[in-house]
């Protein structure tokens, strides 16, 4: 098992920053993939970034490409979401998952997910 735990989250105004946390515990962190999702008010859970174990590869969503950045730390088993030029369209309640082998992409190849973090971005 893993559990994992979002912070971070809050209110900004457009254009702004925050850095999303991702602590985990439990098994070990280094073995998982790390992903980032969001999930607005009526819509369906989406993909917004990840990070293979080892750290050397980063996905992300065509939508935050070049606004967002992923990022471990697996020896303080720890996830992050750098976001910059936050948009309104931005706003949603923000989960970190992890997940053996399989797509990054997918909700379904993800075992274990956090309880989420709500990030709002007024205009």
């Known amino acids: 098992q893993v559990q994992l735990v979002e912070s971070g989250g809050g209110l900004v105004q457009a254009g702004g920053s925050l850095r999303l946390s991702c602590a985990a515990s439990?098994?070990?962190?280094?073995?998982?993939?790390m992903g980032w999702f969001r999930q607005a008010p009526g819509k369906e859970r989406e993909f917004v970034a990840a990070?293979?174990?080892?750290?050397?590869?980063?996905y992300y969503a065509d939508f935050v490409k070049g606004r967002f950045t992923v990022s471990r730390d697996n020896a303080k088993n720890m996830a992050y979401l750098q976001m910059n030029s936050l948009k309104p369209e931005d706003t949603a309640v923000y989960y970190c998952?992890?997940?053996?082998?399989?797509?990054?992409?997918?909700?379904?190849?993800?075992?274990?997910w956090g309880q989420g973090t709500q990030v709002t971005v007024s205009s």
């Open positions: 998952a992890a997940g053996g082998g399989g797509s990054y992409y997918s909700t379904y190849m993800y075992d274990y």
């Open positions: 439990g098994r070990t962190f280094s073995g998982y993939k």
């Open positions: 990070i293979r174990w080892s750290g050397i590869s980063t």
